[in-house]
């Protein structure tokens, strides 16, 4: 994962990158200036002093005065200034008329600047950083040619070299440079520091209060709380204005209903769980179905806005009205109300409600009765007003006030229902099993799977066995699920190469008949080696005569045996030496939080080490996460299970 940043940082990088390169430009700039200005500055000073210095000479020439005089007239103008020299050589014109001179023969020769300058170029010679050179070449002009006969115009006749310090010269101009870079620095320092603040002020943390207001609304999962930026920044306050736009938006679809405007289950759901003391209703619309087959459901849409409408009417406005689904609404109240007085008004709602001519439109009208379920308190409101309301619609009432007699009522009717969809399920054949990858901790791959129970309701949803094993034992239905789930899984597996691991209960193996099909289906399908029968450990062993039978009896066709859940209930060390099992299965309980848990870990590492001494593979069940998986495979558990690897699903891997 790429590390994060921060618009200060980026801000404060841009600043500086671009400090740098400005100073540093500046300086460069500033150096080829000061080499240029005193490269000017020196050419034109040494230019005219060369140019002085020939005229001296060439009056003396003119004068008669021989090379001697003209040597002292050299020296006279060295000793002016000490750190000032004067040189003149002559050239090969000149020697030709007047002889040589040994010492200008070999300045030329080891010379490359005097060399050149021979040939007629100015040089300026400023390598050294404490003296200037310069060699000024004499060119024959028209008065020359009297006494340089061997001569043409713009012949060179010899040179002149003055060299000078260039101490004051240097330091006025690197003085005057370095103030101009120590300006453009202190400028550009002040300048990106006022952009940087500005920056930080106007856009950064404005930016940075904007998402910390964000963020503490999405924490707080609270899609009421908006968006507040009190910066005046146009761009800013036009962002808050769309957001909060779309939270009104969001919250508009989360917690109302299209149809009627009221607000919906959900929210009065949130209110009720403040715990105030409040009064409740629920209005069911009696047979509204009848009227939306007859009618369509567009009159019905029609007909609950009008019905609506005249709930808010007749409804005081110190409570707030819900419309809970399709023909039912609720009323809540958290005034301080007499009991006596919520009861008369349930009885006048409904009483107003049985009178009232609703309109169809131009077809028809209907008259509407309503049922009205209440509670009060500040504790399971919905749930007790919606078993109010059944035992009223139950009981023909037009309205009941929940008490707790009522409970076990809706208790009975609830197991009543459940007893139904389970015989159900079982005539029509929609008890399942489904399929949850085992994979080897090592390398990763499945191996196995576990078959689970699964029912599927008439909309297609799998139910868990949860919500109906219990009731299923009491009801003497246990059995055949458990018939069906040992059929359908040995036939899925029957040419597959997985293993597959099978739950039964103690009183599974205890019932002759699914004792029988069990070993009648090893003996059938012969696949006795890729079966895995997992004893359910919370039932108990209590008759381990017969459990060891069983488990003997499997084992001969080679099948294999586990104990589930292992680590809670009952479970202790010597049940593992009486049964010998091939698989222990460490309860979920302890994995899921085996990687922040010491005594889990502490717990899981007893169990996994008594297993290989016992030469038992362990399962590991629950884990869900990378870090859970992790400490499984550190505590060098064998098999993991979980929604790490995979959730239970009706295909194998090698399954489309």
Known sequence: MSKKTTYKKITAKIILTTLFFTIGAAYIYSEYMKQSAISNLAQIDAKKSSRLVFETLYTGMQMGWNKED??????????????????????????ALYGEIEKDKVAIKS??????????????????????????PIVAKAECLKCHVNAKRGDILGVINISFPTTNLKISLTQMINFFIVFIVVFSLIIFLAIFIELDTLLIKPIRNFSDMIKSITSSQDITKRVEVNDNIEELDSIKQIFNSMLDSIERQFYYDNLTSFQNRRRLTE?????????????NIDSFQEINDLYGDDIGDMLLKEFAKFLK?????????????????????QKDVDLKEFVTFAE???????????????????????????????????????????????KKKNFLLYNESMAMSKVYERNVIWTKKLKAAIDEDRVEPLFQPIVDVKTQKTIKYESLMRIVDKDGRYIAPIHFLELAKKNKLYHKLTKIMIEKTFDKFKKSPHLVSINISVEDILNRDIHNLILKKLATYGMGNRVVFEIIESEGIENFDEVIKFINEVKSYDAKVSIDDFGTGYSNFEY?????????????????????????????????????????????????SKNVFDKVAELDVDFAQGYYFGEPSKYLEDES
Not at 79 to 92: F, L
Not at 313 to 333: M, Q, S, V
Request: proline share 1%; hydrophobic share 45%.
């Open 70 to 95: 003209l040597e002292k007239i050299i020296i006279r103008l060295n000793s002016i200034e000490e750190s000032m020299r004067v040189n003149a050589y002559r050239s090969s014109l000149v020697d």
């Open 313 to 333: 009417k007749l409804t005081p406005k110190e409570g707030n009205l819900y419309r809970l689904h399709a023909d039912e609404f609720a009323y809540l109240c």
């Open 348 to 394: 006048l709602i409904s009483e107003k409600i049985s009178k009232k001519t609703f309109s169809l439109g131009s077809k028809a009208e209907v008259s509407l009765s309503a049922t009205i379920g209440m509670s009060y308190g500040t504790d399971m409101l919905l749930v007790n007003a919606d078993t109010a309301l059944v035992v009223a619609k139950r």
């Open 576 to 624: 593992l030496m009486k049964l010998k099992v091939d698989y222990i299965k460490i309860d979920g309980s302890m994995i899921k939080n085996i990687d922040i848990n010491k005594d889990s870990e502490l717990i899981t590492q007893t169990i996994v080490d008594f297993a290989k001494k016992m030469n038992i593979k362990t399962v590991a069940e629950f884990v869900y």
């Open 111 to 136: 010379n490359p600047n005097l060399k050149k300058a021979m040939q007629g170029k100015e040089i300026l010679d400023i390598s050294s950083s404490e003296l200037i050179n310069y060699y000024y």
């Open 271 to 283: 209110v009720l769980e403040l715990r105030l003391h409040s009064f409740l209703m629920i209005i």
